[in-house]
């Protein structure tokens, strides 16, 4: 593997038989398309009514985005055909995919949307009975009005592109998740969307709250059926922790072979002395835009982004990952590992922000991605914005390829060249993998990664050759 | 017929003829030494046996078991019962030893290994290697001492229970006490389970430890002398130069 150089991604132009899209070396570098989100949210006292014109307002305007960066790489939804699409609102019951899917262990709570509707609610009735509330978050408002609107919409905006305004002008369902003071609780809350057919615009809303000292877990899947035929997955979340609280967030993101479209907005806000590991494995979807964002919004606040995708086939994945410090003395610390295979492309953009005042703060980036076929594309793209002067703020990363040498080793113990790759390609990951700390979650990771290689054999096999 | 039968191999990689028609037979249960200098395409023949891909065959061939594998797929010479223990073994983040074995064990067999027998076995080649056991929830030569990864291909060996082991300079950059836990394994795999090797070395250090019954002495892509153990010695007294003047090696094909 070689080190990539301070700030620079692979050169954008494809090497290996690729499109070739025509790049000046060094052009893009500094090209950073996204912002973090920085500051206030929408949720300024309006009333959810409100909230709900403003953005109609947006939507109705607004064309469907291209995010374009210097020429080289766009994400384009002008394939949508939003207008076909309707959100049904409709109890269909819980769709197979989720009962295939989803680990059959304890669990502190699950919740279901499908498609618009909350199909599913189920949470430990000690649980509730020490304050904890799962629900739909159309029911918080009408239960736990004046604590869900405190938070509803505190960092999360609704007007920077159509399907943002789209979200927060038309969500149904939602989940609410409170877990109140000094609860700890072992086994994870489940979160699940789920998408049973094509046509279906799902707007995803999620609001969860650590109160001081909480320490849990949530686990989101957000899954559809195999199907032909557009679909779109449209999420905001929000996670906020109080003071000490702890949270490990973990998202297994599997749109299956149907052509969906995810464009989410996820932030998680960290208070004082608290700490939040998250790690989304994003696994398939047929154009998925993520902006992820982790914030430590007070002092003492600490944090490990970890997180893992693999892109095949036609997919198209980009993910804006911000590792943001407000305040400090804080710590953050980024980790992310990718792969492609097929005529993918992923596009991963990690911002270390730290802003005006946040002495202290330390926190490190690393991209690692392995190139796996001679069409897929991988862009890593770290920046870094710094406006304090006595901290640490770094990153680094790799750019490997199948190792030749390894596949050899790994051949004279016996291992066919499929089962060597297989062994690299789940040992790349195996660091963050082993990082769940859920045996179920971790297999079915590593499960859909191995489906993923089965399925890319011919495809791996013919980037060998080609080198 | 021999177990191992090379016969007139030549080999080339990116346009040079490294090895110039070697011929060599090896049993199951001897042991054998290939000693010659540097650049005398020791390491080549070893990568050859097992089919490393960049190493191409222009003449001659392989035998194993009666077997012509000249064409062989590696792993498929790996389970026939052929082993490579590396001058330089490669890490694999991510994979731990025990898991690695078992999944090598179970890629020579129709069933998976019993979870009770795989454990007797590690154990067996854990105390014969001298290792802690913890080193097996390691992950494979990642970050391992020159050391340990030595003593984690002879583990690998006792654990695959090969006819067939070449080892390519597996003595260079030990420590003498790694040197003898290495020398010594192998002997007793050798002495327990009858295991044939081929014991590739620039030195004559680890011969001292374990005792080949044949000598090879390979210059520039051949084989120039063969014999039993007092070869070694007279490698000792005289070095290579005067077996190269001798037998009219070409020097400046030696790197």
């Known amino acids: 593997m070689s080190a990539v150089p301070n700030g620079a991604s692979e050169d954008g132009a494809g090497t290996n038989g690729a499109a070739p899209i025509q790049v000046k070396a060094g052009r893009h570098r500094e090209a950073s398309l996204y912002s973090a989100l920085h500051g206030a ?41 939003i207008d076909a699409l309707e959100t049904s609102v409709s109890e269909t019951g819980v769709p197979d995919v989720v009962s295939r899917t989803l680990p059959d262990g304890p669990r502190a709570g699950r919740i279901v949307q499908s498609a618009g509707a909350v199909v599913q609610v189920e949470l430990d009735e000690a649980l509730a009975e020490r304050g904890v509330i799962l629900c739909s978050l159309e029911q918080a408002f009408e239960l736990h009005g ?3 609107s405190e938070w509803f919409s505190k960092r999360l905006l609704i007007d920077r592109h159509k399907l943002e305004a789209a979200n927060a002008a038309f969500w149904t369902g939602g989940v609410f998740l409170y877990v109140p003071y000094g609860v700890v609780v072992e086994e994870p809350f489940e979160i699940v969307y789920a998408i049973d057919r094509p046509g ?80 989304p494995a994003l696994l398939g979807g047929h154009l998925v835009r993520q902006h992820l964002e982790l914030a ?19 997919e198209h994945l980009d993910v804006f990952a911000v590792d943001l410090h407000e305040t400090g003395p804080s710590g953050g610390d980024v980790h992310w590992r990718g792969t492609a295979t097929g005529e993918s492309r992923a596009s991963f953009e990690g911002l270390i922000q730290i802003d005006p005042g946040a002495q202290q703060t330390h926190t490190y980036l690393q991209i690692h991605s392995m190139m796996l076929s001679p069409k897929a594309r991988i862009d890593a793209i770290p920046s870094v914005l710094v406006s304090a002067d006595d901290v640490s703020a770094s990153h680094g990363g790799t750019v490997g390829e199948l190792d030749e040498t390894a596949i050899f080793y790994m051949q004279t113990r016996g291992l066919d060249r499929p089962a060597a790759v297989r062994v690299i390609v789940e040992g790349f990951f195996e660091p963050l993998v082993a990082e769940l700390q859920d045996e179920a979650l971790e297999q079915l990771v590593r499960g859909r990664v191995q489906q993923k290689l089965a399925a890319a054999r011919e495809d791996i096999e013919a980037y060998a050759t080609s080198r | 017929m021999a177990d191992l039968e090379i016969k007139d191999l030549h080999v080339r990689i990116d346009e040079r003829e490294i090895l110039r028609g070697v011929d060599l037979e090896i049993n199951r249960g001897e042991i054998h030494a290939l000693m010659g200098p540097n650049g005398s395409g020791k390491s080549t023949l070893a990568n050859t046996l097992l089919g490393h891909p960049s190493y191409e065959i222009t003449e001659g061939s392989i035998t194993f078991k009666g077997e012509d594998i000249t064409e062989s797929e590696p792993h498929d010479r790996a389970k026939a019962g052929l082993f490579l223990a590396f001058q330089y073994p490669v890490s694999i983040p991510g994979v731990s030893v025990a898991n690695f074995l078992r999944m090598a064990i179970n890629a020579k067999r129709d069933e998976p290994i019993q979870v009770k027998e795989f454990r007797t076995q590690l154990q067996h080649a854990i105390d014969l290697l001298d290792v802690d056991r913890a080193f097996t929830s390691r992950h494979l030569n990642d970050g391992f001492s020159g050391g340990e990864k030595k003593r984690a291909e002879i583990l ?25 836990t290495v020398a010594e394994g192998v002997q007793r795999l050798h002495d327990e389970q009858g295991l044939g090797a081929l014991i590739i070395t620039h030195y004559q250090r680890i011969l001292h430890y374990v005792k080949p019954e044949f000598v090879h002495i390979l210059m520039d892509g051949k084989i120039v002398l063969e014999g039993g153990v007092e070869l070694v010695e007279r490698l000792e007294r005289e070095g290579y130069d005067q077996i190269r003047q001798e037998f009219g090696g070409q020097p400046e094909l030696a790197a």
């Open chain 1, 41 to 81: 949210g929408a949720g300024d006292g309006r009333t959810l009514t409100q909230l709900r014109e403003a953005a109609l307002k947006v939507y109705e305007e607004a064309e469907l985005p291209v995010w374009r960066r210097s020429g080289f790489w766009s994400t384009s939804l002008a394939s949508l055909d």
């Open chain 1, 146 to 148: 004046e604590l869900v």
């Open chain 1, 200 to 279: 279906v615009a799902q707007y995803g809303r999620t609001l969860v709250l650590g109160g001081p000292t909480s320490d849990f877990r949530v686990h989101e899947y957000d899954l559809a059926e195999d199907f032909e035929g557009q679909a779109l997955h449209a999420n905001a979340f929000e996670l906020y922790l109080q003071d000490g609280a702890r949270c490990r967030l973990a998202q297994f993101q599997d749109w299956g072979s149907g052509e969906v479209y995810d464009v989410s907005t996820r932030f998680v806000g960290v208070g004082r002395d608290a700490y939040c590991h998250w790690l």
């Open chain 1, 296 to 314: 430590v919004m007070e002092k003492g606040g600490d944090m490990a982004f970890r997180g893992l995708f693999f892109a095949e086939e036609h």
């Open chain 2, 156 to 180: 690998q060996m006792a654990m695959l229970q090969p006819d067939v082991a070449i080892l390519d300079e597996t003595d260079s950059g030990l420590d003498i006490d790694a040197l003898r």
